[in-house]
């Protein structure tokens, strides 16, 4: 063989053994796994009379509860910090979280500060870089918002309501239920195992008519509202990790008040802990992670105190901001 030759077959090799280690290492990064996973949720704007002597945003214990029994930590974020900070805050965090409440979801800060994470969630997924999205509730509602660009609700009033989940087709090959026993699976269209608590929905006409939502989400349950409206329960990102439900798997373990009508069964309980831990394992996929262990620890909700509340909501305690 010629000294060209040599070169020539040289360069191709070290090109090659090159392109192999980066393949290789992009998809040992992709297969990485974050044992240490923390959660960002948003605070949520207090609107209650009785709960505003306390502080100006809150975050109920249920949700920290529900999010920690998955494997997961909680970091609060409140609503009044620049789009830098938010920015900063995305790089560290697993995954947003979205609690329920009672929001303007085009004006409010909640909606504001929601629409900063949701855009840099996309940009991120679109990179390659796994960044999970989370919406109960409100949080389900504000999602159809950002996705249509619009608000597109209308009164599907499922108020203290525990309803089986009306499943399609599409929730047999989706990835929130991948993991469900059969039994489990089974229970969920039969038994009341999920708690309803809104006024306001999605009807499932609306979803279907318009190609911004129906092409960016699946539609894996729906319910019938008190005034006879099909409304969407149940969603998932077709391509990005974005999930809704529009009823609450964390009063299922977390909330005990005798007035409403919290699922506490134990196929109930089994629904709430496979949710969580699903959720989770998606954040696991991410490794966004903090500049030190120190910065860390600060952020986290340990740092904060809650508020016993019980004797005048339907919380078990409440984190105040």
């Known amino acids: 063989m010629s000294c060209r030759g040599f070169s020539v077959y040289s360069c191709l090799f070290f090109t090659c ?24 949720v948003l605070t949520q704007i207090v609107s209650d009379e009785v709960m505003k002597p306390f502080g100006e945003t809150y975050i109920p214990d249920s949700y920290v509860n529900y999010i920690e029994s998955g494997g997961s930590r909680v970091m609060p974020i409140r609503l009044t910090l620049s789009t830098a900070e938010y920015e900063s805050i995305f790089k560290k965090i697993n995954g947003l979280f979205l609690i329920g409440g009672a929001s303007d979801l085009v004006t409010s800060d ?25 919406g109960t509730c409100m949080g389900m ?9 619009e608000n597109l609700l209308t009164e599907t009033t499922a108020e203290n309501l525990a309803l089986p989940l009306n499943l399609t087709t599409e929730a047999h090959s989706c ?15 039969e038994e009341p ?21 129906s092409s960016f989400f699946s539609l894996l349950s729906t319910n019938i509202a008190a005034n006879g409206a ?34 506490h069964s134990s ?55």
Request: with cysteine.
């Open 141 to 149: 509602q504000l999602l159809t918002v950002l996705v249509a660009g």
């Open 17 to 40: 053994l090159i392109c192999w280690y980066e393949a290789t290492a992009f998809k040992l990064f992709h297969e990485a796994v974050n044992n240490r996973p923390v959660i960002g």
């Open 110 to 134: 909640f909606a504001r500060v929601a629409k900063i994470f949701y855009k840099l969630a996309l940009t991120a997924n679109d990179a390659g870089d796994f960044f999970p999205i989370w």
């Open 175 to 189: 990835r929130m239920f991948k993991g469900f026993p059969k039994e489990l699976m089974k229970a969920v269209t």
């Open 193 to 213: 195992l999920t708690g309803n608590f809104h006024k306001y929905g999605l009807k499932v006409k609306t979803f279907q008519e318009n190609q911004k939502l």
């Open 267 to 321: 196929n109930a309980v089994q629904l709430s802990s496979q949710l969580a831990e699903f959720f989770i394992n998606e954040g696991r996929k991410s490794l966004h992670h903090f500049d030190s262990p120190e910065e860390e620890d600060s952020s986290l909700i340990y740092t904060f105190t809650p508020v016993y509340a019980a004797n005048f909501t339907a919380y078990e305690q409440i984190y105040f901001f």
């Open 230 to 263: 099909q409304f969407v329960s149940t969603i998932e990102g077709k391509r990005y990790p974005f999930y809704g439900v529009q009823w609450h798997p964390e009063v299922n373990r977390f909330q005990w008040s005798r007035k409403l009508n919290f699922p």
